[in-house]
């Protein structure tokens, strides 16, 4: 076995998302409305992210956990089909795998979560021996993942000490405190991949330039996700910033989670960060053209070449 032959350690939750697409509010009253169309298809920011990396020809293996039950099959089926290895994925016989329904309208969803297994993950789950065959770990949601929260600084610790790159994406905080030991986790992270949004929120600061600033000197490389606007980045104390490719939106779905892996990829290819930026945006905007995150994210090729022109 050739050492450091996994590109990425992918640590989160694993969920399976049911969209429902169609211009329709729901209503309680026992109200039967239909909807256009039905797709069940991988959820959650890091099983989204790790598809997207194995697309761009990264080698990737997942940590996280999911039930004993056909949705927790199906998502195992659907990562190995990609080529991740799933070898660290823990099935708790105990509890079902979580499930979100979206419904979705144009640019616009709604959602609905039964976590099921994701906050469950715990520090004692993640097989460090996978540390030492790997080169980066991404662990997404932290927000959502209770067990695992009190260890994560622990577990960048840990992963730096093996020689890995960390990086994070919080994504929402569900609670809204926006804290939950963040800031300590912060300290042990090189990438943090955050929105607007989140990044406001978790520094404490009105505007992005800001909350970019109250992170100089604490987070090696912050890149701040602005939708169809596109992307910064602050690296050094310098900035940087990349627009979006104009694109015909079908569902926004996990658009940061292929951004996230675009700007990954580029990170492990050592490419400069304006290169960096513009392909993640690139890999975020392609991936709106499909249905659910994972419907049409981009191969490198295809991404190259937006890329170039
Ligand atoms: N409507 C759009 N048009 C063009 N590009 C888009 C659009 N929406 C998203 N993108 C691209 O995808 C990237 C990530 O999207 P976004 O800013 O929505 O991240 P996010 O809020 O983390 O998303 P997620 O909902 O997946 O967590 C953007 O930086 C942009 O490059
Ligand atoms: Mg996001």
Redesign the pocket.
Known sequence: MTERELDALVIGELNADLILTGDVTPAFGQVEKLVEDATLTIGS?AAIFACGAARLGLQVAFIGTCGDDEFGRYLLRQLTQRGIDCSGVVVNPLVKTGLTVHLSRG?DRAMLTYPGTIPLLRYADVDQRLFARARHIHLASYFLLDALMPDVPRLFHDAHTAGLTVSL?T?YDPKETWDSGVQEVLAEVDVFLP?ETELCRITRRESVADALASLSGKVPLTVV????S??SAQHDERLYQAE????E?VD????????DAGFIYSYLAGWSLDRALRL??IC??L??QGRG?TGAQAILDQALVYLES
Do not use: E, L, R, Y
């Open positions: 920011s640019q994406d994504n929105n996700k602005q939708g169809a596109g992307a979006s490719i104009p694109v939106v926004t779905t996990g658009a940061g989670d292929s951004f993640a945006c975020g905007a991936s709106t995150g």
